[in-house]
């Protein structure tokens, strides 16, 4: 295969570098491998991704329209043909033909729009806004519709949820014609991650890239736009609603999880706050489909795919998943990606596309911290008090088994509180135990979680009981603004609020995610009992994910390919040479003294020693002169001294002083001046020894990484 800058689209001449691995890229793809590949910083390693993974992308399009060539034009004859008929398979890749050559004129109609003018704008804009805000009648009184709806069954092959909160006194069949003549006779508006519309992906295969931080996936989409595959290629950038919503009443609230639920309370019918005017209705493909051709129509980031939405008036977040059904290289943030009912609830499907990973040093971290759930003391209170005022609230109209779930969640929580609440102060130890034992301690291993999660997955009780408690605390506030305004009134304050309404903080959604955590595999993950200290004080539980293997499994087992990629992805002594050059640089601009700090005595020793071999030592004493913090106490103002007898001498050369965070020299000396003009920190201080987190992390990785010889050098 060719190798010319040409052949991959390279914005210029490729070094050999990144032709070795733009070359390996391609050949890891194209045999459906698992990739693991390492380019220094400053490498071009985004621009090797982009290139090689898009070159493999054109190739597969192009071999694949010949397969189906060739497979359509067979040896048979063509009254043979013409008697079978099509298949379901031949219409159904016609029918994806069409769409996609319907897509492509579309798209390039938008182009050629877009390269005539430098902003568009819709005439309908504001007429849009009006007709969306008159959709749905509001009702200020009606609670109806926080009342999960009747949940008869345990078995989730059918949908055992009907919302007959309000018609309860009718028989099923009913409801359910009622709700269909509903339906037909008023469009949908809302667009909620259970009803979203089954979008079929156009092309057979598609990129998934995910990088840790939306300046990093801004910073590939700007590198994919130096190529000759902007041209023609079809990208959207996914993004959280925190990122995307241009509702300034929703995005104002700044908490991811308010915005979350504040979008979709807006999306219920009879909301208080209405439909949100930049939501059309899902039957309005036009509207929707406008916005996709938009969205592909260039290489475009975040920010500007907002644009995109306030020039269309038509929701971004919502917007870009649609067009991500019609790209063919999708952007996304790792938390999107690596957490599997996000990937859910956006419509990801993985299989048969080709997964890469940027920035994959992170991967394990990531994929631990997403799956690890923590619950303090007063999060677990605040839920129980919430849940009781609910079901004292609807318990005569709960139908079905909501009733006894409601009361297995309700018991579950305060076991959980008489587990952390502790009278005895000499029992108040952080301690970690298995799943199975701390469900067996507690008493709820006779419970069935799966049923739970089950239940609370399909009635969507969460959603409803935030919906419950913000509406319960605007109540309550205004009788009590009612009151402290009525001159004839008592001149004592009201009352405060009740415990269940004094915060609004959708706290059972994180009680949900720790449900679900407990149904993981025992060997897993750890529950963690923690008692506060200075640094993070209160009562708390925790489930810690040990093993992300199980985690990333389906990723694994769906893509047809996964690429890892990153700076540095094993210690190398490279590392520990380009730390030295560093500070050698540093060491040419920081005049006087520097203090250049190392987590352990251990390390530094290795560093310098290191550094010592290969003449990098020699290289910084050429500008400052080095001293080493002694491990005897003895010698430490002996040290000092030096250090600050050559800083004042005659000479300019300065000094460096190599010395261990939380030493002898890290606490109560003061570096003022020109004894400390620049601080220099090595790694990064070691966590709490003591830390019981710290030690089964150990443990664990001790236990299953016992044979492998190559993770450290």
């Not at 506030?477 to 009352?495: C, F, H, I, N, W």
């Not at 002083?657 to 990064?684: A, T, W, Y």
Request: glycine share 4%; net charge neutral.
């Amino acid at each position: 295969m060719s190798t010319t800058s040409d052949s991959f689209g390279f914005p210029f001449e490729p070094y050999p570098i990144q032709k070795d691995f733009m070359n390996s890229l391609y050949n890891a793809l194209s045999q459906e491998k698992i990739g693991i590949f390492e380019s220094p910083t400053g490498t071009g390693k985004s621009l090797s991704l982009i290139c090689g993974s898009l070159k493999w992308l054109q190739d597969q399009e192009v071999k694949t329209t010949k397969i189906q060539s060739v497979e359509s034009t067979d040896n048979e004859p063509d009254w043979v043909t013409a008697f079978q008929g099509n298949s379901y398979e031949d219409r159904k890749r016609e029918e994806i033909e069409r769409k996609i050559a319907e897509l492509k004129k579309r798209v390039q109609h938008v182009r050629n729009i877009e390269r005539n003018q430098s902003i568009f704008e819709l005439a309908s804009k504001e007429s849009s806004k009006k007709r969306f805000k008159k959709e749905n009648a509001i009702n200020d009184d009606n609670d109806d519709e926080f009342l999960v709806g009747d949940y008869h069954s345990d078995d989730d092959q059918e949908d055992n949820l009907q919302n007959s909160s309000s018609r309860s006194h009718l028989s099923k069949e009913v409801r359910d014609l009622l709700e269909k003549f509903e339906t037909k006779k008023k469009p949908k508006v809302s667009y909620n991650d259970e009803e979203e519309e089954e979008n079929e992906d156009l092309f057979e295969t598609k990129i998934f890239y995910a990088s840790r931080t939306h300046s990093q996936l801004a910073q590939f989409v700007h590198e994919v736009n130096k190529t000759t595959h902007s041209n023609s290629l079809y990208e959207v950038s996914l993004g959280s609603r925190k990122n995307l919503c241009m509702n300034k009443e929703v995005s104002k609230l700044g908490n991811i999880h308010r915005i979350n639920e504040a979008c979709l309370d807006m999306q219920k019918k009879g909301s208080k706050k209405g439909p949100c005017s930049f939501l059309p209705s899902w039957d309005n493909k036009l509207k929707w489909d406008q916005f996709r051709d938009h969205a592909i129509a260039k290489v475009r980031d975040i920010e500007e795919l907002v644009v995109v939405g306030e020039n269309l008036s038509i929701c971004p977040y919502y917007g870009t998943r649609n067009a991500a059904k019609s790209s063919q290289l999708v952007v996304l943030p790792y938390q999107h990606l690596l957490h599997a009912n996000t990937r859910e609830s956006l419509g990801i499907s993985l299989k048969n596309n080709i997964v890469i990973i940027d920035e994959a040093h992170n991967l394990i971290e990531t994929v631990t911290s997403l799956y690890t759930v923590s619950l303090s003391l007063v999060q677990i209170q605040l839920t129980w008090n919430q849940l009781s005022l609910y079901i004292q609230k609807y318990k005569e109209r709960l139908l079905g088994k909501n009733v006894v779930y409601i009361k297995q969640i309700l018991s579950i929580l305060k076991i959980l509180i008489q587990h952390l609440q502790v009278a005895d102060k000499s029992k108040r130890k952080d301690s970690i135990i298995h799943v199975n034992e701390f469900l067996h301690q507690s008493s709820i291993d006779h419970l069935n979680m799966y049923k739970i999660k089950n239940y609370l997955e399909t009635s969507n009780l969460a959603r409803k009981l935030n919906g419950f408690i913000d509406k319960a605390k605007e109540k309550e506030e205004e009788k009590r603004r009612q009151l402290l305004s009525d001159p004839k009134g008592s001149v004592t304050p009201p009352p405060p609020l009740p415990p269940a309404l004094s915060s609004s903080i959708p706290t059972l959604t994180q009680v949900e995610a720790f449900l679900l955590a407990l149904t993981n595999p025992d060997k897993d993950g750890r529950i963690v009992i923690s008692f506060g200290n200075a640094d993070s004080p209160g009562v708390s539980i925790k489930y810690m994910l040990l093993n992300p293997a199980n985690a990333f499994k389906p990723i694994v087992d769906e893509a047809k390919s996964i690429i890892l990629a990153g700076g540095t992805m094993e210690p190398t002594r490279r590392i520990v040479n380009e730390t030295g050059l560093t500070i050698v640089n540093l060491c040419n601009v920081i005049p006087d003294g520097v203090i250049c700090f190392f987590p352990s005595f251990t390390y530094l020793e290795q560093m310098y020693n290191r550094w010592k071999e290969n003449s990098i030592l020699e290289r910084i004493e050429m500008k400052k002169k080095v001293f080493k913090e002694p491990r005897e106490s003895n010698m430490v103002e002996t040290t000092l001294r030096d250090y600050s007898l050559q800083i004042n001498s005659e000479n300019d050369k300065g000094a460096m002083l190599l010395c261990v965070v939380n030493g002898k020299m890290s606490e109560g000396i003061n570096f003022s001046d020109s004894l400390g003009r620049g601080i220099i920190m090595v790694g990064l201080p070691f966590a709490n020894r003591n830390s019981v987190e710290l030690i089964e992390k150990m443990k664990y990785a001790k236990e299953h990484t016992n044979h492998i010889n190559w993770m450290v050098e």
